[in-house]
Nanobody, 119 residues
Framework: QVRLVESGGGLVQAGGSLRLSCAASGFIANINAMGWYRQAPGKQRELVAVITDGGSTNYADSVKGRFTISRDNAKNTVYLQMNSLKPEDTAVYYC?????????????WGQGTQVTVSS
């Protein structure tokens, strides 16, 4: 099994910064990508940023230029550096891990960490 543990959420004023961390443990071979999603109240979960095993990154348009995803393979940890935060960034942020299992793929999720940006 795979376990994802997130940390780093909290309350910050608009314009501030936070860094989220997600540590993966368990059977974490054959990882395709790790990423961050978020879900605001009353809205669907959306992709924020993803980083592939090869190091390629992709971001939601709403966070480009403000958020940076990175990973430390030695620590099996992915980070999300969030700068210039806006009230609309307020959401529960979830870590995601996508891996190959047999002939298919499976997605694993963390428990989520709350990010609240005050205006």
């Amino acid at each position: 099994q795979v376990r994802l543990v997130e940390s780093g959420g909290g309350l910050v004023q608009a314009g501030g910064s936070l860094r989220l961390s997600c540590a993966a443990s368990g059977f974490i071979a054959n990882i395709n990508a790790m990423g961050w999603y978020r879900q605001a109240p009353g809205k669907q979960r959306e992709l924020v940023a993803v980083i592939t095993d090869g190091g390629s990154t992709n971001y939601a348009d709403s966070v480009k230029g403000r958020f940076t995803i990175s990973r430390d393979n030695a620590k099996n940890t992915v980070y999300l550096q969030m700068n210039s935060l806006k009230p609309e960034d307020t959401a529960v942020y979830y870590c995601n891990l996508d891996k190959t299992v047999g002939l298919g793929r499976m997605a694993y999720w963390g428990q989520g960490t709350q990010v609240t940006v005050s205006s």
